[in-house]
């Protein structure tokens, strides 16, 4: 048996999709563990680009069993749609399974989600409005509808009928919005549960009985350790736990069952969103890099934010994470530049400080503190050994490394799954 963990260190888009990808052809179980449809995934196979949002990566390996686990919130009507997706890509979907226990994303959800962003106007959070934080208010409020519930259809109204009336009043007395029709939810939401009632199921009894046969087993986050509603840049995050903790609640395995947990880390940094960014680039700089490593999100096509890469971040991220190896994607992104820096630090009051403040106020006085690297000016997207990269390249990823104490396994130099060198096998 092995496991291991696939954890953005960043803010996200780190490019967990592709690194998912490629350790899930060793894996017997790839499991979701937390998020929702807010957030996306990339993977290019044979020319062919797939972009998922709920379904795990390992779905596109027909031996590998994909499950969706308790800590994420499903809309139903997103799932169905990337089912058909993958099967209009000529994907067969195999060996798929959803816990009984993820809460469901309802219709008034994603209203309030949308409305709340109206009403806060420039204090905003920046969400995708797909409903993810107020799916996550109500079963932390113990008012979530669950997978289960589709399976007994007077259950399900009930809970929708008590719940729709409460958010009715909500919706009408806060928000000043037409109400919704509870009947037309139930309807809408029982044509659902027909197309996918057989893939629900207790999937933390699946995921034990697969560790227990000594399969390897390798699950997968949404967003980056910096959204942690827990341990991000508080308020601007998501609403669940992407850092590798919210493994055991988001899926009913035991923390004794973690072998490796592999941060995932763009070669410089991006943000999507509101909140504090100390190496922001807000130049030619940075729009060469949001250009050239085509920085647009997944799901929202929102330009993302660039700026140099921050240590700090990382260094933080193998903290709270427990990391025990570095996946670096995008490093051919910074191929011809003449000199690349790296943030060690933070100037703040007068004072240089090297442990990351997670409060937005602090974060947003603090100026980087940088290293200066020579670049290097080869082209790496061909190159497919780590011994072949540029001296300074090298010099570049060690620096790192040796930055925050953790070992580089995996080196991306673009999209595609041949355009990377595993140095470290995880799941063997």
Request: aromatic share 8%; charged share 25%.
């Amino acid at each position: 048996m092995s496991t291991v963990v696939v954890v953005g260190t960043q803010w996200g888009d780190e490019g967990k999709g592709k690194i998912t990808d490629l350790i899930s052809e060793q894996a017997d179980v790839v499991v979701r563990y937390q998020g929702g449809n807010n957030a996306g995934h990339t993977v290019v196979v044979d020319d062919v680009t797939y972009k998922l949002h709920l379904i795990p990566s390992g779905i596109l390996y027909q031996d590998t069993k994909c499950v969706i686990g308790n800590g994420v919130v499903v809309d139903p009507k997103v799932l169905i749609k990337e089912l058909n997706y993958l099967k209009e890509k000529g994907v067969k979907v195999t060996d798929f399974y959803i816990s009984s226990k993820a809460n469901l994303i309802m219709p008034y959800h994603r209203l309030l989600d949308k409305a709340e962003e109206v009403r806060k106007g420039d204090g905003k959070i920046g969400t995708t409005g797909k409903g993810i934080g107020p799916v996550y208010m109500d079963k932390i409020g113990r008012f979530g509808i669950r997978m289960e519930d589709l399976l007994t259809p007077e259950i399900f109204a009930a809970k929708v009928k008590e719940v729709v009336e409460l958010k009715n009043l909500i919706i009408e007395k806060v928000y000043d919005i037409e109400p919704l029709d509870a009947d037309e939810i139930i309807e809408e939401y029982m044509g659902y549960a027909e197309e996918i009632k057989e893939l629900i199921t207790d999937t933390s009894v699946l995921i034990n009985q697969e560790l227990a046969a000594d399969k390897n087993v390798l699950f997968e986050g949404a967003q980056g350790t910096l959204l942690d509603i827990d341990h991000g840049t508080y308020p601007f995050v998501t609403s669940s736990n992407p850092t590798a903790g919210g493994v055991c609640s988001g899926t009913g395995v035991g923390p004794t069952k973690i072998e490796e947990v592999l941060g995932i880390v763009k070669a410089y940094t991006t943000r999507v969103g509101e909140g504090p960014f100390p190496t922001e680039l807000e130049d030619q700089v940075g729009e060469h890099l949001r250009d050239k490593g085509h920085e647009f999100g997944t799901t929202t096509g929102r330009a993302r934010r660039c700026g140099w890469f921050d240590a700090v971040i990382l260094d933080y991220a193998v903290r709270v994470n427990g990391l025990t190896g570095l996946a670096v994607t995008k490093l051919d992104v910074l191929d011809g530049m003449d000199e690349i820096k790296v943030c060690t630090g933070y100037r703040y009051q007068g004072e240089v400080i090297k442990e990351f403040p997670t409060r937005d106020d602090i974060l947003a006085e603090c100026e980087p503190v940088y290293e200066t690297l020579p670049g290097w000016q080869e082209d790496t997207t061909q190159i497919k050994s780590y011994d072949q990269l540029p001296e300074n390249a090298k010099k570049y990823l060690d620096y790192i490394s040796e930055l925050v104490g953790v070992e580089v396994s995996i080196v991306s130099v673009g999209p595609k799954r041949k355009e990377t060198m595993i140095l470290r096998d995880l799941l063997a």
